[in-house]
């Protein structure tokens, strides 16, 4: 082959590449944001106190766990869901929601969602997989923080 024929061959294949490397960037990019269509539903459904955005952003058999005071802690999404009153909080205008991380691999997605509330603050890691072609939280894990009250 000639030194023509070599930079063809390497144009062409360098194009491929260029293109397989667009096509997996862009899918990543609409995962990543169809993933958080439940990260949101389940910030909305705290915001608002709403326990059926919980049932909409959870998949059925999912768990919301944590471990406190040397005891753990299992919900179902039926459990989480009821202890939602249907209100906002008193203080909702107070509270911050952010989705701090957010890493998506094929169908599985893992994410840390922080509720910064006046008096305490809650991690949540939320496990995420793509099933039947919807993103569903399928396992929470959390741990909250008390805030110390301000000296007077």
């Excluded at 998949?59 to 919900?75: C, D, H, Q, V, W």
């Excluded at 008193?90 to 957010?102: G, H, N, P, V």
């Amino acid at each position: 082959m000639n030194m023509l024929g070599s930079f063809a061959l390497f144009l062409f294949l360098a194009s491929v590449v260029t293109f397989a490397a667009t096509n997996v960037s862009a899918q990543d990019s609409q995962d990543k944001e169809h993933a958080k269509v439940p990260l949101n539903y389940y910030m909305q459904a705290q915001a608002t106190g709403n326990g059926d955005l919980i049932r909409k952003a959870f998949y059925p058999e999912a768990r919301i766990m944590t471990f406190s005071n040397g005891k753990i802690t299992s919900l179902s999404v039926e459990e989480f869901a009821s202890r939602f009153s249907g209100k906002g909080a008193a203080d909702e205008a107070q509270r911050k929601r952010t989705i701090e991380s957010l890493d998506v691999v094929g169908n599985a997605a893992s994410a840390t969602i922080v509720l910064d509330y006046p008096n305490i603050r809650f991690v949540d890691y939320m496990n995420l997989l793509k099933i039947d072609g919807e993103w569903k939280i399928v396992n929470k894990a959390f741990h909250a923080e008390p805030k110390a009250k301000p000296a007077n």
